[in-house]
Nanobody
Framework: QVPLVESGGGLVQAGGSLRLSCAASERTFNIYTMAWFRQAPGKEREFVAFIATVGGSTYYADTVKDRFTISKNNTKNTLYLQMNSLSPEDTAVYYC???????????????WGQGTQVTVSS
């Protein structure tokens, strides 16, 4: 079991910002690619972003590109998702995930956090 613990969700007005955090073990950060996914009410869970284990290259869904930034602090063993210019369409439960390789697809991620709710009001 690889515990991933998200935090930072909440209620924000449209146009606002939030920063999500995901705490993990040092081993997790050294081995696995880390990613964010989200699931809106009544919809399937979808890819948001991932960051490569080596080199730190980042990849984003088109819906969040230029508004969201994924990053990680290896000293603190924490993954972040900085979300700017939020809209009601960003309302979802956001999940942190860890997998053996970076991908847009969920099956490549073996470990998942419990999720944190983000609600954007209009």
């Amino acid at each position: 079991q690889v515990p991933l613990v998200e935090s930072g969700g909440g209620l924000v007005q449209a146009g606002g910002s939030l920063r999500l955090s995901c705490a993990a073990s040092e081993r997790t950060f050294n081995i696995y690619t880390m990613a964010w996914f989200r699931q809106a009410p009544g919809k399937e869970r979808e890819f948001v972003a991932f960051i490569a284990t080596v080199g730190g290259s980042t990849y984003y869904a088109d819906t969040v590109k230029d508004r969201f930034t994924i990053s990680k602090n290896n000293t603190k063993n924490t993954l972040y998702l900085q979300m700017n210019s939020l809209s009601p369409e960003d309302t979802a439960v956001y999940y942190c995930a860890a997998g053996a390789r970076g991908s847009y697809h969920q099956p490549f991620y073996r470990y998942w956090g419990q999720g944190t709710q983000v609600t954007v009001s209009s």
